[in-house]
């Protein structure tokens, strides 16, 4: 008899809840399922965000009753409902449930393909095979001729659409694809190249040069008025015809992050060695911001030809004579690596 009063509290209760929820009062929260998330793990996060009052609960009626998968993505759901409103809301979206996937400033395009392998759930190497892929480019480029038209048929690019994937927060939902990813951030950088269309005419270089020069600045310094300082001593430089000697360029040559070079980096033969060629090189060598973007087209006038930054604040000295940076460098930069730091 004790058993069965206990059986008929626990389902009106369990009653209740389905069709109630808890007793707080009610408002609408934005809630994330992240892919792969178990049903502890969901439970949490509704209990985290107040939509449910009882994890175990919560985990109870999930295995008793009969529902629909629940999809990954972001939604808004009321605080306190009834667990059978939050599975009807998580299993039968309006819409395409979406999910925040960041694409981070100066990201280059290996390192974008990983946020894609992450998301998508393959490996970088698939990711980074369907983002080359030349029906895409050509599909693509079809629909961004303006855009694009420096990346065609260009033989020294060792990944094309470098610099054009615009880095930013982009919503994805269970039907886009590393493809429709890219086209995201396609479109996004089409839109910062009309926007600036008009400044672009003030200047000498091409949006492809525009690109290559900010995704340099985007990694020399950060912020805005010291990229467009570096900016203005990089334009220098060109004038001159002096290699632009940035560490970044190097990275890229060899495909590897050092904070310090040696001599021997410098030497590497790569048309993106900027320590051995002048200009801009073959393209950009990463995915730069629109800060980074503004600076290239907005330099600071200057009569500044070296730069230095001291690693520990991010300040960066500039100077007009080889004598005078290397002093800061001596200053700024440890012995060993002084006699490299030349931009």
């Excluded at 409902?81 to 299993?91: I, K, P, R």
């Excluded at 060792?158 to 995201?184: C, H, I, M, N, W």
Aim: glycine letters at 4%; aromatic letters at 10%; a negative charge.
């Amino acid at each position: 008899m004790t058993l069965l009063l206990i059986c008929i509290v626990f389902a009106l209760l369990m009653g209740t809840l389905v069709a109630t929820g808890g007793f707080g009062e009610e408002k609408e929260t934005q809630v994330t399922i992240p892919q792969g998330a178990s049903t502890s793990q969901i439970a949490h996060i509704l209990n985290e965000n107040d939509v449910i009052f009882n994890e175990n609960l919560f985990k109870i009626y999930l295995r008793l009753s009969n529902h629909d998968p629940i999809q990954a993505g972001t939604y808004q759901l009321k605080t306190s409902s009834g667990f059978g409103e939050v599975m009807n809301q998580l299993s039968h979206a309006q819409g395409p449930a979406t999910q925040a996937v960041l694409v981070k400033e100066g990201m280059n395009v290996e390192e974008i393909a990983q946020v894609m392998a992450d998301y998508f759930g393959i490996t970088q190497e698939e990711a980074l095979k369907r983002i080359n892929s030349e029906d895409l480019l050509a599909e693509e480029a079809a629909k961004y001729p303006e855009l694009l038209k420096a990346v065609v048929n260009n033989d020294q690019l060792r990944y094309p659409l470098e610099g054009y994937l615009f880095p930013a927060t982009y919503e994805l939902t269970q039907s886009d694809t590393v493809e429709s990813f890219v086209d995201k951030m396609l479109a996004a950088s089409e839109t910062i190249r009309q926007k600036y269309s008009d400044a672009l005419k003030q200047q000498s270089l091409s949006w492809h040069e525009i690109l290559t020069l900010a995704s340099i600045i985007e990694k020399e310094a950060s912020t805005d008025e010291d990229r467009k300082m570096v900016s203005g001593v990089f334009y220098n430089r060109l004038a001159e015809n002096m290699p632009l000697q940035s560490d970044i360029t190097l990275n890229y040559a060899h495909n590897e992050h050092s904070t310090y070079v040696t001599i021997e980096d410098t030497m590497i033969d790569s048309p993106y060695n900027l320590y051995q060629n002048t200009g801009l090189g073959p393209g950009p060598f990463n995915n730069p911001s629109e800060s980074a973007i503004q600076a290239a087209l907005n330099p600071t006038p200057n009569d500044y030809m070296y730069f230095v930054a001291d690693l520990s604040t991010g300040k960066v000295y500039f100077s007009k004579t080889y004598e005078e940076h290397d002093q800061l460098v001596q200053e700024y930069v440890s012995p060993e690596d002084a006699k490299l730091q030349e931009q």
